[in-house]
């Protein structure tokens, strides 16, 4: 263990929502907050445990006071937690199969997440241009997430019916008349929702002096896909001269130029999706640069609340092996990021360039202990140039605190 050497630590001036959560992500949570942020950062942590046992324990309750504890700080920073299916309520004796965490908290907050990689030189990604992080932000509202489907088991006539409150004129549609069985689905957007998105995207792009672009295939979706590309074309003419003096663009594309574009890119966009394009391509885009480990993630408020975390789950299979006594090597980097980015933004917010600092410099020493060559399983299994060992857990962390223990 590394003794505490600053005889004075950094204060961070207003508070901070800490959300803990489960297994592996709990573990790695707890090792960095003794290691790397404890002995450096003077903070007011509100703390809300929300291990699965402890959401059992309250019926969730915590889950949405942690919500509300976000909205009252501004900024928070959360662990990874366990969504549980029929199996996790048998494994910890559940009294029912919670909602997600993540999506309790992001309805409170109506928030939008963004996930960003992590680059380090010897880690390349999949794709050899890319050079500088592609940042997806994905609509979590409506469409197929929130749609209704119906099997037709022979012929007849499907409509799209809209029925106006207050009486006015029934509106209707023909979709298709069925000689044969077949499929159809209706789905829906809300203007509220899609321009708190635009926004959200927008002021994301200008604090990371980012160009902002949008994709849709409004050739083929001439309403439903040309609704998302006017708003955001509205909103983004609103900023157009704070655009210019940061010197970024917002583009629209057609969605497979989109792909195109950013395969053949060198990165360093925002890349805001529709909510299923988000979903799949954000896999795509974390898969193409390494590891989820070096996945970080953001959930951003329209009015402007954070809550910083990692992009992976709880690492369970990691967890079911340190439970058995055996030496992990579980990457520790997004959580540490998650950290980070809620120092940084609390910094921002509150105007104190030394907890800016410090967490800048816990960004540095975690990408040159990378460099360096030392790193976790994950990392070592595609670092270039290669190397002949990995770290555990533990080590990894220590090596990190020795760094910054030293630049600071
Ligand atoms: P996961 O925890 O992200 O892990 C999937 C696999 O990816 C791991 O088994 C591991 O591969 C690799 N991996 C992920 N993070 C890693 C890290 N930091 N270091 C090294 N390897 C890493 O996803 P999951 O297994 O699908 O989900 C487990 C639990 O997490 C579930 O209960 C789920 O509900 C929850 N979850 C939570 C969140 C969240 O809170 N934001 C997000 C996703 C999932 P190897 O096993 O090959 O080493
Ligand atoms: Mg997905």
Same mark, same amino acid.
């Given at each position: 263990?590394?003794?505490?050497?600053?005889?004075?630590?950094?204060?961070?001036?207003?508070?901070?929502?800490?959300?803990?959560?489960?297994?592996?992500?709990?573990?790695?949570?707890? =090792?960095?907050?003794?290691?790397?942020?404890? %002995?450096? #950062?003077?903070?007011?942590?509100?703390?809300?445990?929300?291990?699965?046992?402890?959401?059992?324990?309250t019926d969730d309750q915590i889950t949405v006071d942690a919500a509300y504890a976000i909205r009252e700080a501004g #900024?928070? *920073?959360?662990?990874?937690?366990?969504?549980?299916?029929?199996?996790?309520?048998?494994?910890?004796?559940?009294?029912?199969?919670?909602?997600?965490?993540? @999506?309790?908290?992001?309805?409170?907050?109506?928030?939008?997440?963004?996930?960003?990689?992590?680059?380090?030189?010897?880690?390349?990604?999949?794709?050899?241009?890319?050079?500088? %992080? +592609?940042?997806?932000?994905?609509?979590?509202?409506?469409?197929?997430?929130?749609?209704?489907?119906?099997?037709?088991?022979? %012929?007849?006539?499907?409509?799209?019916?809209?029925?106006?409150?207050?009486?006015?004129?029934?509106?209707?549609?023909?979709?298709?008349? =069925?000689?044969?069985?077949?499929?159809?689905?209706?789905?829906?957007?809300?203007?509220?929702?899609?321009?708190?998105?635009?926004?959200?995207?927008?002021?994301?792009?200008?604090?990371?002096?980012?160009?902002?672009? =949008?994709?849709?295939?409004?050739? +083929?979706?001439?309403?439903?896909?040309?609704?998302?590309?006017?708003?955001?074309?509205?909103?983004?003419?609103?900023?157009?001269?704070?655009?210019?003096?940061?010197?970024?663009?917002?583009?629209?594309?057609?969605?497979?130029?989109?792909?195109?574009? *950013?395969?053949?890119?060198?990165?360093?966009?925002?890349?805001?999706?529709?909510?299923?394009?988000?979903?799949?391509?954000?896999?795509?885009?974390?898969?193409?640069?390494?590891?989820?480990?070096?996945?970080?993630?953001?959930?951003?408020?329209?009015?402007? &609340?954070?809550?910083?975390?990692?992009?992976?789950?709880?690492? *369970?299979?990691?967890?079911?092996?340190?439970? &058995?006594?055996?030496?992990?090597?579980?990457?520790? /980097?997004?959580?540490?990021?998650?950290?980070?980015?809620?120092?940084?933004?609390? @910094?921002?917010?509150?105007?104190?360039?030394?907890?800016?600092? =410090?967490?800048?410099?816990?960004?540095?020493?975690?990408?040159?202990? *990378?460099?360096?060559? /030392?790193?976790?399983?994950?990392?070592?299994? /595609?670092?270039?140039? %290669? #190397?002949?060992?990995?770290?555990?857990?533990?080590?990894?962390?220590?090596? #990190?605190?020795?760094?910054?223990?030293?630049?600071?």
């Open positions: 263990m590394l003794e505490v050497v600053l005889s004075e630590k950094i204060r961070v001036k207003n508070p901070l929502v800490e959300i803990d959560g489960d297994e592996m992500a709990r573990i790695i949570w707890h =090792f960095i907050k003794e290691k790397l942020i404890k %002995p450096f #950062v003077d903070v007011d942590i509100r703390y809300y445990d929300l291990s699965i046992t402890n959401r059992d324990r #900024v928070g *920073v959360k662990c990874a937690t366990i969504t549980p299916n029929a199996a996790r309520v048998e494994e910890y004796k559940l009294k029912k199969q919670w909602k997600s965490p993540n @999506g309790t908290i992001r309805s409170i907050l109506d928030g939008t997440v963004f996930r960003k990689p992590i680059i380090m030189k010897n880690i390349p990604p999949m794709v050899r241009r890319w050079k500088k %992080p +592609i940042i997806i932000g994905r609509h979590a509202y409506g469409d197929i997430y929130k749609n209704v489907e119906l099997v037709v088991d022979g %012929p007849g006539r499907a409509e799209l019916v809209f029925i106006p409150d207050g009486g006015g004129e029934k509106r209707v549609l023909n979709i298709h008349e =069925f000689k044969c069985p077949g499929v159809i689905m209706g789905m829906h957007n809300t203007e509220d929702s899609v321009r708190s998105f635009a926004k959200a995207c927008i002021n994301y792009a200008l604090g990371e002096k980012q160009d902002l672009w =949008f994709g849709a295939k409004d050739t +083929i979706s001439k309403k439903y896909h040309g609704f998302f590309r006017d708003i955001f074309a509205d909103e983004a003419e609103k900023v157009k001269d704070r655009f210019q003096e940061n010197g970024i663009h917002y583009r629209y594309f057609l969605i497979d130029d989109a792909v195109a574009q *950013v395969m053949k890119s060198e990165g360093g966009m925002l890349w805001a999706c529709m909510n299923y394009d988000g979903d799949v391509m954000s896999d795509m885009v974390a898969t193409g640069f390494g590891s989820l480990g070096l996945m970080a993630s953001v959930l951003v408020s329209p009015d402007g &609340k954070y809550e910083f975390e990692a992009a992976h789950g709880t690492v *369970v299979r990691h967890y079911y092996e340190h439970l &058995k006594g055996n030496p992990t090597s579980t990457n520790s /980097i997004a959580s540490i990021f998650a950290w980070t980015g809620a120092l940084s933004k609390r @910094g921002d917010i509150d105007n104190t360039p030394d907890v800016l600092k =410090f967490a800048e410099t816990l960004e540095n020493a975690v990408i040159s202990t *990378v460099e360096s060559g /030392i790193m976790t399983k994950d990392l070592m299994l /595609i670092a270039d140039p %290669p #190397v002949d060992k990995y770290a555990l857990t533990e080590e990894f962390l220590d090596a #990190v605190a020795g760094r910054l223990k030293k630049a600071l």
